[in-house]
């Protein structure tokens, strides 16, 4: 199966069937990109797709667009980025249940109402691996596309899992410092040091770019920054998790994060049962 194309009609269904898709199918040039506005049904969210194409990655890169019921294209609204995990795509967020969530928090008076969005990361961490820059898409590439449609970048979210929320701390920290209105991480490799990475992750870089791009001992540049930090109590990362959220109580002048730590492992059921907690919170500094 291949992802939509830019210019089709996507109902919410056909969206879903999407989720998880890899590789992902050749796409259009930006010059030639169409999108498609798909309300889903009456008093719900708007989903809006499309295709970029990188030069800082020199990839093709689907991205996903959501507005809260009531709300539509062009409207000047905060947009929060979803950043995803390894292996998944800019649809896993609505798998996930991102903007449905939200509308109801937004009806029910819990949080203002704000966009969604998210863009295929492939592997990249959302950071610098060789030639291919996926920090600077998101940052530069992604967010100029958003605001272009109208957004207002001017109150940015950042949220993630896994792979996602080490692009968002790093993200914070540096191509979008100083930028961002607040940051919610869930389930995100924490390491204090380059051997404390599994094998497998200190293959995939050198240890200079560890250095470089682990946000963990860099906390000083998220200061005065809401963070919220989420895991679960079975996951891998747990104790990253806790010792980091430690690390930024500790920091002269950056603010003590909020945590979740509560049962659940590395996986959909968990990512899904804290996606309104992050909304939520998201929603108190937009």
């Not at 946000?215 to 930090?229: D, G, M």
């Amino acid at each position: 199966m291949t992802p939509p194309d830019a210019g089709a009609a996507l109902s919410r269904r056909s969206l879903l069937q999407a989720i998880g898709l890899a590789p992902l199918a050749a796409a259009l040039p930006l010059a030639a990109q169409t999108v498609a506005a798909t309300p889903a049904a009456a008093a719900t969210y708007t989903t809006i797709t499309g295709r970029l194409t990188s030069a800082a990655t020199g990839r093709k890169h689907n991205w996903t667009l959501t507005y809260p019921a009531g709300h539509g294209t062009g409207e000047h609204l905060p947009v929060a980025i979803v950043l995803h995990g390894s292996e998944q795509n800019a649809y896993t967020m609505l798998g996930l249940g991102y903007p449905g969530r939200l509308d109801a928090l937004i009806a029910a008076g819990e949080a203002p109402a704000f966009a969604l969005a998210s863009i295929d990361g492939y592997n990249g961490y959302y950071e610098r691996k060789g030639s291919r820059d996926y920090g600077k898409l998101v940052a530069t590439e992604f967010l100029g596309l958003l605001a272009a449609r109208g957004l207002d970048t001017s109150r940015l979210a950042l949220t993630g899992w896994s792979m996602g929320g080490w692009g968002a701390l790093r993200l914070a920290q540096h191509q979008l410092h100083g930028r961002v209105k607040v940051v919610t991480a869930t389930s995100t490799p924490c390491y204090s040091s380059w051997k404390s990475q599994p094998a497998y992750v200190r293959s995939d870089q050198t240890k200079a770019q560890f250095t470089a791009n682990n946000f963990y001992h860099q906390p000083e540049l998220l200061r005065n920054l809401p963070i919220y930090l989420l895991c679960g109590t079975k996951d891998g990362f747990y104790k990253g998790n806790r010792a980091f959220a430690k690390v930024l109580g500790k920091a002269r002048g950056v603010r003590k994060p909020k945590t979740s730590f509560t049962s659940g492992s590395h996986s959909t059921k968990y990512w899904k049962s804290v996606v309104e907690r992050q909304l939520r919170y998201i929603g108190t500094y937009l």
